[in-house]
DNA sequence: AATATTGGAGTAAGCGCTTACCCATCTATG
DNA sequence: CATAGATGGGTAAGCGCTTACTCCAATATT
């Protein structure tokens, strides 16, 4: 059977208060008396209960992360992160997939409040903010990775994703390129307006305009990424370059163009975003706009973990720069737009 | 405040024995009872709590699943489908990323023990047992997924990796291939080797041999890999056809390939293993011995949650079997490989 | 009508730990 | 030498829940 801080006290021949004191390292204990516990704990080969000690009030050490789905590139990469740094703070993180549904999420939140997790770390796109509403009125320290909070008072860490919106166009028409796609996903919907808000911005200044049509949007899986390319790439007149929101669609979009037998990227450009290890993995390499996931992912622990130790009184709003990854996909436009 | 059993028993007029035993349906309770208890409990957005109810002896519904790395596809993938079905059961799961490193493992699984997590899936290709006969001694339940368990009486759910090296082997030697080079990653050396003897064996069958230094291991990244393969590939006498262990492996053989100034898959064949997402975005697409991971995810969650919920005393071993997926990677082979 | 059943609900003892508070020594102080 | 702090450690009351057991009243049984 499982030795409890009975049998400890009982074999040191101390009360349990005692035994509780040296494993908390608070109260005074005498030199002599810890080691003997601590000699004795070992020899028994006992641990607390971290169940016990959440009961008393303390914390349960754990922290809960809710994502669209992890078996995406870019958010099983963050999940990495924020466990490595989680697990050096001494939590362990529970995972959810909400695939981006409100009740999936709110059913999550709720299940995680019963478990009495230490706090939340939101990394679905929702728009909805119920949930989030719910988390703050209830008090549960809360952070929020790459997604926005519009208005609300709650840590969050995200990337400029309007800059990023504004890199990827700006390098796009460096290259020549004036006619442009835009491949949405719908994963993290705030996001992808911020950075199409990026685009038309820089479009507006260059006397540019978006076509409606050259946007498409919903696409989750490679495959549909590549239905939703096709459209844009057998209009009368098609874009020379596309700029899908994440890597995974940048894919989609080549497969398309390859399909079409048109040349990478003499023929189209593709740029991605994220920079995740399908951009990299990718023929041609993928030009994409990089986010600092790792950062993203120690920056919201960190903040996490402070708010549940009390460490810190101010909500913070971080926001990470992208930058511009230049690889192979995207070049100088070759072939004439006008071609009705 | 959170509201307490002790709250929903007074608003209701009835005893917290009577709530619990609303809460979990045991015991003998009235209709009116039960339905005015459930109401008020409602009403005052009572929600049980768990770290409590484990307290009494009861299960904390969590699992912890233990792999090298969830930013791996494979193991991205896996984790999906585990926590899905976790969550269809009602257990939510911890994740904790070992990198495949003993300590990292035996920590992780003391730590989850504190937490009196319910049981727990190994996914980790470690040879050692050490941790693994710890938990059994512990008595608490335990799966395996994806991984050997020589001689051990545990819960398992794999595929067979011996067969699976056939499949490959036959493939390219149906190709014409004879001269075959091999690269091993080390995430899960168990299933390599296993992978390594069903290829031997066709060799051995065909009265061919694999050639040791045409043997690469150690390779954690694409980087790594492309590193590895070039080792191979320019070579005197290098081989027609690359078996990589894994999907991201191939991966770095494709790019040092073509680095080489190679056609794919005319001057070189490659496959993979596992069919990950890596190995439909490849450009080829990436021939490859699928693994069923979405069944080996459910099977092995399955297994554990009946392990318990104590419906089933004996263990058991389930062998999935891998295929065998073309895609445009291999290919017959083109040139002589007499060219000293 | 007397007894046996059974349905419905309450009592109270813990689960393993934390913590506010109390008590006994021991040493430094005037 | 009496006393005020330190110092070291114990007491006991919970934390929110489960469960074995008890008790009572309403039926069913003979």
């Known amino acids: 059977m499982k030795p409890t801080i009975y049998h400890v006290a009982e074999q040191a021949g101390v009360s349990i208060a005692t035994v509780s004191k040296v494993i908390n390292n608070t109260g005074r204990i005498g030199r002599e008396t810890r080691e003997n516990v601590l000699a004795i704990m070992k020899e028994l080969g006992y641990e607390p209960s971290v169940v016990a000690s959440a009961l008393t009030g303390k914390h349960t050490n754990t922290i809960g992360l809710l994502v669209p789905d992890v078996a995406n590139p870019y958010f099983s990469e963050l999940a990495r992160r924020i466990e490595d740094r989680g697990h050096e703070k001494g939590f362990s993180v529970v995972i959810c997939n909400t695939d981006n549904g409100i009740e999936k999420e709110a059913e999550y939140v709720k299940w995680l409040h019963r478990k009495q997790v230490d706090g939340i770390i939101l990394g679905t796109g929702i728009q909805d903010n119920r949930t989030l509403h719910e988390l703050l009125k209830q008090e549960t320290p809360t952070a929020l990775v790459a997604r926005d909070s519009p208005s609300l008072q709650v840590d969050t860490v995200r990337i400029d994703d309007y800059l990023g919106g504004r890199l990827a166009t700006e390098h796009l028409l460096e290259l020549g390129h004036t006619n442009l796609g835009f491949m949405l996903g719908g994963l993290n919907s705030s996001s992808e307006e911020e950075r199409l808000r990026g685009v038309r911005s820089v479009m507006t200044?260059?006397?540019?305009?978006?076509?409606?049509?050259?946007?498409?949007?919903?696409?989750?899986?490679?495959?549909?990424?590549?239905?939703?390319?096709?459209?844009?790439?057998?209009?009368?007149?098609?874009?020379?370059?596309?700029?899908a929101m994440n890597d995974l669609l940048a894919n989609g979009v080549m497969k398309a163009a390859r399909e079409l037998g048109l040349r990478l990227?003499?023929?189209?450009?593709?740029?991605?975003?994220?920079?995740?290890?399908?951009?990299?993995?990718?023929?041609?390499?993928?030009?994409?706009?990089?986010?600092?996931?790792?950062?993203?992912?120690?920056?919201?622990?960190?903040?996490?973990?402070?708010?549940?130790?009390?460490?810190?009184?101010?909500?913070?709003?971080?926001?990470?720069?992208?930058?511009?990854?230049?690889?192979?996909?995207?070049?100088?436009?070759a072939r004439t737009p006008v071609q009705k």
Do not use: H, W
């Open 205 to 243: 200044t260059n006397n540019l305009s978006v076509c409606e049509k050259d946007i498409v949007t919903d696409a989750y899986t490679i495959e549909e990424a590549k239905q939703q390319a096709m459209k844009i790439l057998t209009q009368a007149q098609p874009p020379t370059a596309i700029f």
């Open 265 to 333: 990227p003499q023929d189209i450009s593709v740029i991605g975003f994220d920079n995740t290890l399908l951009a990299s993995i990718s023929e041609p390499p993928l030009t994409t706009i990089a986010q600092p996931i790792a950062d993203l992912g120690t920056q919201v622990t960190d903040l996490l973990v402070q708010e549940i130790l009390g460490e810190k009184t101010v909500k913070q709003r971080i926001v990470l720069l992208p930058s511009l990854v230049v690889r192979e996909s995207t070049t100088t436009i």
